[in-house]
C-alpha cells in the first residue's frame, strides 16, 4: 500500500465511522453489521503483513461477518428458504464477485488449477450463460467455505423456479428470494467495499472464474499490485 493509501487509511481509522439508526430492528441491524465490519476492515488493512496475508485475512473476515448476518437476519425476517446441500440450478453461470472474494476462491484452489475461458465479459452475455462455474466439482462448490458473498446470500424460496430457470435457460426468470435478507447477508461486504473504494482499490466487479484463473499465475504479485491501487484485474473485469 503507496503512502498516499496508508494516509487516507489513517484518516479513515481516525474518523468516527458510519452511525447506527435505530428507527426499525432491520435498520439497526444493517448499520450495525455494516459499521462493524467497516472497523475490522481498517484493522486488519493497518497490520504490517504481506498484502496477500491481509487480503486474505480481509476476505475471510467478510465472509464471516456474512455467515453471521445471515444467521441474525433469518431469525429476523424468518424466510423459509429451500435451498439444500446438492442443489446447484445457481451454479451454472459465470458468477460475478468482489476482486476479494476471487482472493479468497484462488487462495483455496492454489493447489487444483482451473482452466476456464469466456468469449465475452459484458453483462447480457453473462447473464445468458449457463454454463457451470468452473469451481463446481461434481455437484459441489469445490471452494464452499470461501465461497463469495454474493453465493452465501443468494437463496431461493422455491427450488422448483430455478430448475424451470435453467430447463429453460432463460434469464428473466428470477428465482423467488428474500431481498431485504440477501441485502443484510450483504451489508459486511458493503462496508468492506466501501473502505476500499476510499483508498482508491479498484472495487469493479469480476468474472469469478477468470480472475481465479488469473491469480493462479501470480497471486502474490496480482495482490499486491491491486492493493497498491493497480488495475491488475482488468481483463476479469465485468464490461
Request: one cysteine or more.
Amino acid at each position: 500500500m503507496n503512502r498516499s493509501m496508508r494516509k487516507r487509511l489513517q484518516r479513515l481509522a481516525e474518523s468516527r465511522g458510519p452511525a447506527i439508526r435505530r428507527e426499525t430492528p432491520q435498520q439497526e441491524l444493517a448499520d450495525t453489521l455494516y459499521q462493524r465490519q467497516w472497523q475490522r476492515s481498517l484493522e486488519i488493512l493497518q497490520r504490517p503483513e504481506e498484502p496477500a496475508l491481509n487480503a486474505i485475512r480481509l476476505c475471510h473476515s467478510v465472509h464471516e461477518a456474512s455467515e453471521q448476518a445471515w444467521t441474525v437476519s433469518q431469525q429476523l425476517r424468518k424466510a423459509r428458504v429451500d435451498c439444500k446441500a446438492g442443489c446447484a440450478w445457481c451454479c451454472h453461470t459465470p458468477v460475478r464477485s468482489t476482486i476479494l472474494d476471487a482472493i479468497g476462491a484462488a487462495a483455496a484452489r492454489l493447489s487444483q488449477l482451473i482452466d476456464y475461458d469466456l468469449p465475452h465479459r459484458d453483462r447480457p452475455s453473462l447473464l445468458s450463460n449457463f454454463a457451470a462455474c468452473p469451481l463446481l466439482v461434481e455437484g459441489q462448490c469445490s471452494v464452499y467455505p470461501q465461497r463469495p458473498v454474493v453465493c452465501r446470500g443468494y437463496h431461493s424460496l422455491d427450488v422448483g423456479a430455478c430448475k424451470q430457470r435453467f430447463d429453460s435457460r432463460n434469464p428473466s426468470l428470477e428465482p423467488p428470494m428474500d431481498v431485504d435478507l440477501y441485502g443484510l447477508v450483504g451489508m459486511p461486504q458493503l462496508a468492506t467495499q466501501d473502505v476500499l473504494k476510499q483508498l482508491g482499490i479498484d472495487c469493479r466487479p469480476v468474472v469469478l472464474g477468470l480472475a481465479v484463473v488469473a491469480l493462479q499465475n501470480d497471486f502474490e504479485g496480482m495482490v499486491a499490485d491491486w492493493l497498491n491501487g493497480g488495475a491488475a484485474f482488468e481483463n476479469a473485469i465485468v464490461l
